[in-house]
């Protein structure tokens, strides 16, 4: 019953990631999302600005299995970091990897629990965009802007697609390409491809920044793009 009522690719068991081990899922993502590396260099360089030696209280949406974590606690110095996810599997391969790290993880669905306040950070890479509608993106936007700090930033990297059609069908021509380029079988190549097109809810990067804006957010800058992979920097304060 509850299938009918949720929209594809919301839910941990529609999108495989309750199935797959932290290895294979951790291959998956560094070869299957353009850009990947580079996005976290881009993060890390943005995390030395922003805070330098600063404590922070961090919370992230989406944590996984702890990759973009990772980049955030050998970079940045922190207090308390708080991880969310909908998947258990996730959640325990993120447990392994942070194991000597001071991080407390949650199982939840974002959208729907409770954040706690005054967060200097908030982080969510290659997650949001399984917010199936805008209406459910600009809740979530509205819901992050409440519990950063008045200094707070919110570091959004994700998929996106772009308002002018050409631009978006390059884009999406870019990305698979990307993707029969890094599969290592058709089998896997079928499961991206299948992913891409049928369980994400991609939106324009350009209607994303203007509901950052309307959220609260005084200064919204793209941080690093390639393709349909991008990230964002929204500083709370300006
Ligand atoms: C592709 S992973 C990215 C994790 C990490 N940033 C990385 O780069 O490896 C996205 C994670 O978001 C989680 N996720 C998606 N929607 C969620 C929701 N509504 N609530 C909690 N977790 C969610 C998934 O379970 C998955 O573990």
Same mark, same amino acid.
């Given at each position: 019953?509850?299938?009918?009522?949720?929209?594809?690719?919301?839910?941990?068991?529609?999108?495989?990631?309750?199935?797959?081990?932290?290895?294979?899922?951790?291959?998956?993502?560094?070869?299957?999302?353009?850009?990947?590396?580079?996005?976290?260099?881009?993060?890390?360089?943005?995390?030395?600005?922003?805070?330098?030696?600063?404590?922070?209280?961090?919370?992230?949406?989406?944590?996984?299995?702890?990759?973009?974590?990772?980049?955030?606690?050998?970079?940045?110095?922190?207090?308390?970091?708080?991880?969310?996810?909908?998947?258990?599997?996730?959640?325990?391969?993120?447990?392994?990897?942070?194991?000597?790290?001071?991080?407390?993880?949650?199982?939840?669905?974002?959208?729907?629990?409770?954040?706690?306040?005054?967060?200097?950070?908030?982080?969510?890479? !290659?997650?949001?965009?399984? #917010? =199936?509608?805008?209406? +459910?993106?600009?809740? *979530?936007?509205? %819901?992050?802007?409440?519990?950063?700090?008045?200094?707070?930033?919110?570091?959004?990297?994700?998929?996106?697609?772009?308002?002018?059609?050409?631009?978006?069908?390059?884009?999406?021509?870019?990305?698979?390409?990307?993707?029969?380029?890094?599969?290592?079988?058709?089998?896997?190549?079928?499961?991206?491809?299948?992913?891409?097109?049928?369980?994400?809810?991609?939106?324009?990067?350009?209607?994303? !920044?203007?509901?950052?804006? #309307? =959220?609260?957010?005084? +200064?919204?800058?793209? *941080?690093?793009? %390639?393709?349909?992979?991008?990230?964002?920097?929204?500083?709370?304060?300006?």
């Amino acid at each position: 019953m509850k299938k009918e009522l949720t929209q594809k690719g919301t839910t941990p068991e529609e999108l495989h990631y309750n199935y797959y081990s932290a290895e294979k899922y951790e291959d998956d993502i560094r070869r299957a999302i353009p850009g990947y590396g580079e996005m976290h260099t881009g993060i890390k360089k943005a995390l030395a600005t922003e805070f330098g030696a600063k404590k922070i209280t961090v919370l992230e949406l989406g944590i996984g299995t702890g990759l973009t974590a990772q980049v955030v606690l050998d970079n940045v110095n922190v207090g308390k970091y708080l991880g969310i996810d909908f998947s258990q599997s996730m959640l325990n391969g993120a447990r392994k990897r942070l194991e000597r790290y001071p991080v407390e993880l949650e199982l939840g669905d974002y959208a729907a629990v409770d954040f706690p306040k005054e967060n200097g950070l908030v982080i969510s890479v !290659i997650s949001i965009h399984h #917010q =199936a509608t805008p209406r +459910d993106k600009k809740k *979530l936007f509205k %819901k992050i802007y409440k519990c950063l700090s008045a200094d707070g930033i919110f570091l959004f990297g994700d998929l996106f697609t772009q308002r002018n059609e050409h631009e978006a069908a390059l884009n999406e021509a870019y990305h698979f390409h990307h993707l029969v380029e890094n599969a290592v079988d058709e089998k896997t190549l079928a499961e991206w491809a299948h992913h891409y097109k049928f369980v994400n809810h991609l939106a324009a990067i350009e209607d994303q !920044i203007k509901w950052l804006k #309307q =959220a609260g957010f005084t +200064d919204v800058e793209v *941080l690093y793009s %390639k393709f349909n992979t991008a990230a964002i920097i929204a500083k709370k304060g300006g």
